[in-house]
């Protein structure tokens, strides 16, 4: 925990401490108790960096809040337990608009989860609006039809946005600027139609990183000493996919977010383009109104992920709640039997960047 400085803090402390109560209201008695008396202390917990990025309209984004939110207050930082639910019917009457993670939650990767696109499904049919946010570094459109060929019924989401997306418009704000691109080649959708020329490292003006290669590399340790030419040259890093590590069947393999954290802890400059940064979350939310007809308040708005680093830090940043989906990439840690483990539940929440509102074994109705 963090205390900001009296001196030089104290617009910021009114404002964080406005907007802390305010999201006590929302949790248990319990949570609310140690919300409230971290508010009223002074003492707030971390939120993520407000890194700059582009938004879709190819505009320099700014810091700018989502209706009804802050965009200079700190996420509060509780230590309670979460409610655990059976099912989403138990909150979907809350919400008007539904963002959901994809891998873990819907897929893992391999094989597709039903029961996870039928509970989005039912939300549809009672009038919600269900758009897929995720942390790939591919255009949505190529997300699509993998989720087709894995059997995830189109019915279960109105639409969806990418990390990908983003990073695609970081792209193209850079004309001809050399890159150094490292990914599967199943990326390179990223690039078309981009006038983006891919160079050796040693050329590059930037460094963008859809996933490590070799794929199944067990740390981003093979890569400091290249990543340690880039930071000593002032190279910027863009990571097309926040996330550290991702399903793929029964394994966790490393994502672009491993090397990027690398970097940053050498001294270098990363640019996120997906979450838990505000961008994508402005980008769904323009999807989202658009299909409503009309502005979506953060406040009916639930987030569902499976990791509280992103998916849920995320939903915080722009004052949605949110669901943890234990069966994903902590399933080894939550549900090692296939039961729920509270402990183990409070163990990885103790020092989570956010807290969920509440947390289900799978996604189902």
Known sequence: MMRPSATNEIAALRAARTNTIAYAR???NTARRRVQACALSGYFGHRPADLSALTPSGAIFSAKALPGTSAEAPLPQTSYAPPVIEGLSTLASDFD???CDVWGVLHNGVEAYPEAADALRRFRTRGGTVILISNAPRPHRAVERRLAQLGVAREAFDDLVTSGDLTREVVASRPGVPLFHMGP?????LFEALDAPRVAANEAQYFLCTGPMPEDVRSADPFRELLSGFASRGVEFV???PDLVVERGDELVL???SLAALYESLGGKV??????HRPIYELAFAKAGKRRGRQVSPARVLAIGDAPRTDIAGAHAIGARSLLVAKGIHAKELMPKGVLLRAALERLLADAPGQPDAVIGELRW
């Open 26 to 28: 929302r949790l248990s």
């Open 97 to 99: 608009v539904i963002l």
């Open 185 to 189: 080649e199943r990326d390179f959708h």
């Open 239 to 241: 990571c097309a996919n």
């Open 255 to 257: 994502c672009a977010g």
């Open 271 to 276: 640019l996120y383009a997906g979450k838990p």
